[in-house]
């Protein structure tokens, strides 16, 4: 159902290292108060995975993913995605890597309320040079893919929650990204409608894209290959699912 197009120059092949990083440390500073959220992390997440991260809210598992992907800066230490160093590079070189290579899906949705969800659906090849009727086909298709597409010129405020998160899954996908990072993405939906975008990552993971997700739902995680637990801004626990069952 999911295809993934990679660009040439970087090496995402099956079960290569995509996302390495190296003793991150991120401190928030607001005035006088320091609050630590990484405490020298080190992870590697290789490609094609499907990774949960969890842990007590507050401890670092967004900041965590929002680190790894460049949304976030960091104070010390590296991350590279499909070996280039994301903090070595000027903002715009970081700003097109994600482009190219990761999708985003978040609790919130984060879709323009005055877009149908086929205009949010474009916005990402829009951004990127695609020609509008050929960004126009695209999103088209990729709402069909996540079963929303006769939907497609309906704006959010017309959707239920399930169906919002279905347009910014197709959002997240329909650049063929080698990475998608999803925070919470069922945070604010019934068990029925969670389980189904479960299955939508799933899919996508089964086609050859790496999925990180943020949950607090140990029941998505078990789903996953491996579950990375934070507390207090470390990694407590780094296993997989299986040995997680065993346990």
């Not at 097109?96 to 999708?103: K, Q, V």
């Not at 507390?231 to 346990?247: H, K, L, N, P, Q």
Request: charged share 25%; net charge neutral.
């Amino acid at each position: 159902m999911f295809r993934t197009k990679l660009e040439a120059d970087v090496d995402v092949s099956l079960g290569a290292s995509v996302v390495s990083a190296k003793k991150v440390r991120k401190t928030y500073r607001t005035g006088n108060l320091e609050v630590p959220a990484l405490k020298g992390v080190d992870l590697e997440i290789s490609s094609g995975e499907f990774v949960a991260i969890i842990g007590p809210s507050g401890n670092g598992k967004s900041t965590l993913l929002n680190c790894l992907s460049g949304i976030d800066t960091i104070d010390s230490g590296s991350v590279h995605i499909a070996g280039q160093d994301i903090f070595g590079v000027r903002d715009a070189k970081r700003t097109a890597l994600r482009a190219s290579m990761m999708g985003f899906i978040f609790q919130s949705f984060n879709l323009v309320p005055v877009f149908s969800a086929v205009e949010n659906v474009e916005m990402p090849l829009l951004a990127a040079g695609v020609k509008p009727k050929i960004a126009r086909e695209k999103a088209s298709r990729m709402l069909d893919q996540v079963n929303i597409g006769k939907r497609s010129a309906h704006r959010p405020s017309e959707l239920s929650g399930g169906e919002q998160q279905r347009v910014a899954i197709a959002r997240a996908l329909v650049a063929e990204p080698a990475i998608i990072w999803a925070d919470e993405p069922t945070g604010n939906l019934d068990s029925a409608t969670a389980a189904v975008i479960v299955d939508l990552l799933k899919e996508v993971n089964a086609n050859g894209q790496t999925v990180v997700i943020v949950t607090h739902d140990r029941g998505i995680a078990k789903q996953s290959d491996r579950i990375v637990k934070v507390r207090d801004g470390r990694i407590e626990s780094d296993e997989t699912s299986a040995e997680m069952a065993g346990a």
